[in-house]
């Protein structure tokens, strides 16, 4: 993280966004520097207008957008909705069982009322 707030440090500042400069920055910071990581963050930035990226972020909610979280609360309730269902089901099941086993244990006599006698 310390890369990328060197770039910005120097976007703010003007300068130019090298090796040399992202380097001075962190060793200036007491950061171990590692020189692939830097050649690859001037890499990636080659192409970047940081003012614009930095204008997009702060225009969007953190999480997303605002419809994509009424998305993503609908489709949170649907999945509840549906996990609901699930458990309904799943104890239904259950209670079959469960009037089966007991059925079964008293026709064959194996109940805890003839293990004590």
Known sequence: MEYVYAALILNETGAELNEDNITAVLEGAGVDV???????LVA????VDIEEAIETAAAVPAGGSAGGAAAD??????EADADEADDEADAADDEADAADDDEDEEADGEG????FG
């Open 34 to 40: 590692e020189e692939s990581r830097v050649k690859a």
């Open 44 to 47: 990636a930035l080659e192409d």
């Open 73 to 78: 609360a609908g489709a949170a309730d649907d």
């Open 112 to 115: 805890l009322g003839n293990l």
